[in-house]
Nanobody, 125 residues
Framework: QVQLVESGGGLVQAGGSLRLSCAAS????????MAWFRQAPGKEREFVAY????????DYADSVKGRFTISRDNAENTLYLQMNSLKPGDTAVYFC??????????????????WGQGTQVTVSS
């Protein structure tokens, strides 16, 4: 069983930065395929970023490419999302997700078995 706990959300002005963290349980965190998704009010959950277990593959949604960076610290069992140049359109609940085998579609939320509870990010204009 994998448990994920996000933190680091908050209120920030447009142009500001936040770093989200996702602490994972389990001794095999280094083998997990990890991703960040977000969900704004009234909208479907959407893909943000992906990090393969080996780090050989990272992927970003076009809307965040060049502004967000996904990373992980296997020694700390933690996934990160550094968010810079934030925009009001980035306002959403951010979720981390994991699976223990390569996803068939890394941008699809249905590919992931484990989810955190989410952390709210609000960007004011």
């Amino acid at each position: 069983q994998v448990q994920l706990v996000e933190s680091g959300g908050g209120l920030v002005q447009a142009g500001g930065s936040l770093r989200l963290s996702c602490a994972a349980s389990g001794r095999t965190f280094s083998s997990y395929h990890m991703a960040w998704f977000r969900q704004a009010p009234g909208k479907e959950r959407e893909f943000v970023a992906y990090y393969s277990w080996s780090g050989s593959i990272t992927d970003y949604a076009d809307s965040v490419k060049g502004r967000f960076t996904i990373s992980r610290d296997n020694a700390e069992n933690t996934l990160y999302l550094q968010m810079n140049s934030l925009k009001p359109g980035d306002t959403a609940v951010y979720f981390c997700a994991a699976r223990t085998s390569p996803p068939s579609s890394r941008r699809s939320s249905s590919s992931y078995n484990y989810w955190g509870q989410g952390t709210q990010v609000t960007v004011s204009s």
